[in-house]
């Protein structure tokens, strides 16, 4: 809960939007923001004060589509040894998961960053590194691709990029929205200033957010006064962790292995420039290149939710986890019928894990 003096200063935010008149809806795009949200408690305390936060597509697990679980089961089933993180093992596919592929007898390794999946690989196994994230993990793959790397391993990039997405949040104006909370984690790679052109394009206020209770209660309030004040500018409340340039180094190297191409994420049709792709030199390494004739069956279909999961509209802030239907009743955490639940960033699993503690 809040320090002492987080407390007094959370009270005194708190008052201020108390005395707006008009009501204020923000969109964040970050798992972490909305942990902090439920579980302190924020979300009831701000609908007290006519504001509304939703959360868009802030779970990089959550958004990595149904064609790319696929892939992932695919070339386990084939035999090749499928590293990941904990949360894709069991994100639903068309018919399994990557957990019940292992459970069958397939190679599948959780691994806490690509460095041990490299080692496994350098044991003599074929592996493939399944590559999630936003710009917040990017960089970890693009060092380790920099690297010297053994001739059996790859990667399986489904990393994206956030501002994009905003951008098409935006664009297709299913919400309304009067401010953005920008992703702290993010933004410490990418900085404040991917954002400025959207400001100005969208008219929008954004501010950008650090994780403790203060920090989210203080970026609204931020998002507040720009909008009493007419403003549409990027704010920056994280000044103890984000610059406006970012981390150069981190910048460099995503773009020496990346490069942006269109993609849909979960929820969203094609997103300009939202994937990172690896770069020609890196074919070698390139799980979607090196095993493109094991993929090809996979990427001929076409793939859909499970039936009456709202994992999409969750997604894009078009409904809350507790309108679908499915929610704590078919689908918890121990049986998730979608991704949203599944992940720990996801916004079914936030909400039904402090809905029941």
Not at 24 to 31: D, P
Not at 92 to 102: F, Y
Not at 240 to 263: C, H, T, W
């Amino acid at each position: 809960m809040f320090q002492l003096r987080d407390r007094e200063l959370a009270r005194a935010v708190v008052e201020r939007l108390r005395e707006r008149d008009e009501p204020l809806t923000a969109m964040h795009v970050c798992g972490t923001h909305q942990d902090t949200i439920v579980r302190h408690g924020l979300d009831g305390l701000l609908r007290e004060c006519d504001v509304r936060i939703v959360q868009g597509p802030g779970c990089p697990v959550c958004v990595t589509t149904p064609r790319e679980i696929e892939m992932a089961i695919a070339l386990a089933e084939a035999g090749v040894t499928v590293a990941t993180f904990g949360d894709m093992l069991r994100v639903p596919g068309a018919e399994t998961s990557l957990q019940t592929a292992k459970a069958r007898g397939a190679d599948v390794r959780v691994v806490y960053d690509i460095n041990e999946a490299v080692k496994l690989a350098e044991q003599g196994a074929e592996v493939v590194f399944i590559a999630v994230g936003f710009e917040t993990t990017a960089p970890t793959t693009a060092a380790a691709l920099l690297r010297d790397l053994p001739d059996g391993f790859s990667v399986l990039s489904c990393h994206r990029v956030i501002p994009p997405a905003m951008e098409a949040i935006l664009a297709a104006g299913e919400v309304a929205l009067d401010g953005l909370i920008d992703p702290g984690h993010v933004s410490v790679i990418i900085g404040t200033s991917p954002y400025e052109d959207i400001s100005r394009r969208h008219g929008i206020p954004q501010v950008v957010a650090g994780f403790e209770p203060v920090d989210v209660l203080m970026a609204i309030w931020m998002l507040a006064r720009q909008v009493d004040e007419g403003r549409s500018q990027v704010e920056n409340e994280y000044r103890r962790a984000v610059s406006r340039e970012g981390n150069p180094r981190a910048l460099q190297a995503i773009d020496d292995v990346f490069e942006p191409v269109d993609a849909s994420w979960r929820g969203f049709p094609v997103i300009p420039g939202s994937k990172l792709a690896l770069r020609p030199r890196f074919e070698e390494h390139d799980a979607a290149r090196r095993y493109e004739d094991l993929l090809a069956p996979v990427m001929d279909r076409d793939f859909e939710e499970p039936p009456g999961c709202i994992c999409g509209d969750v997604l894009r802030g078009v409904c809350a986890p507790e309108e679908c239907a499915l929610f704590g009743k078919k689908c918890t955490p121990r049986h998730p019928v979608g991704p949203c639940m599944v992940s720990r960033e996801g916004s079914c699993n936030i909400a039904f894990r402090y809905s029941h503690d």
